[in-house]
């Protein structure tokens, strides 16, 4: 496997590749597939993920599920929404990057999706089992608008490859606590 240089953290890096800065603008949430078995997006078989990875990957999709409920529901979300699915660093950056995309008038339209394609298993302390979760993300239809519905930001950029750090504390809920994304794309 190539080494990844990620150079970004949390929805920030999402707002990076729609055209916006950390200091408001665009970004773009994934989707929960209705089954992480289904086509990759380049037309090859899914991986087979054991029970362990596959509760990992199921914590990225809810999170990515809340993240987009939450941002195309601004201005009127509960943004602590997030605290259920996510542990810091990550609730407090995307509940910041909310707070702007809020003063701006800005939300999202549609959801974007991601694709898993490898997990690793990481440190086990006790805080809990790491995993990280590979795969590609893909913007897809998915964009920034203001209130009367025009979109806002650049979609230049609608695959990269990213990865979702995920802890099984010891209770057994998973929650993500590090999101990356990598320029390039997949």
Wanted: proline content about 7%; aromatic content about 8%; hydrophobic content about 35%.
């Amino acid at each position: 496997m190539t080494k990844m240089k990620y150079v970004v953290t949390a929805v920030v890096a999402a707002c990076a590749l729609t055209g916006c800065s950390p200091a408001g603008g665009s970004s773009a949430t994934p989707s929960v597939p209705s089954s992480v078995r289904a086509s990759s997006p380049s037309g090859t078989p899914s991986p087979t993920f054991s029970k362990d990875d596959q509760a990992a990957i199921n914590a990225v999709q809810t999170y990515l599920q809340v993240w987009s409920q939450v941002s195309q529901g601004l201005p009127d979300s509960d943004m602590n929404d997030i605290h259920t699915v996510a542990l810091s660093p990550d609730d407090g950056v995307v509940v910041t990057v909310w707070e702007q995309w809020k003063d701006q008038g800005l939300h999202l339209v549609g959801a974007p999706s991601f694709y898993p394609s490898l997990v690793t298993v990481g440190e086990l302390d006790d805080q809990g089992q790491r995993y990280h979760v590979y795969g590609c993300y893909v913007m897809g239809d998915s964009h920034l608008s203001d209130a009367d519905g025009n979109p806002s930001g650049d979609k230049s950029a609608d695959r990269i490859p990213a990865i979702y750090d995920v802890i099984q504390i010891p209770q057994g809920k998973y929650f993500v606590f590090n999101e990356n994304k990598d320029s390039g794309t997949c």
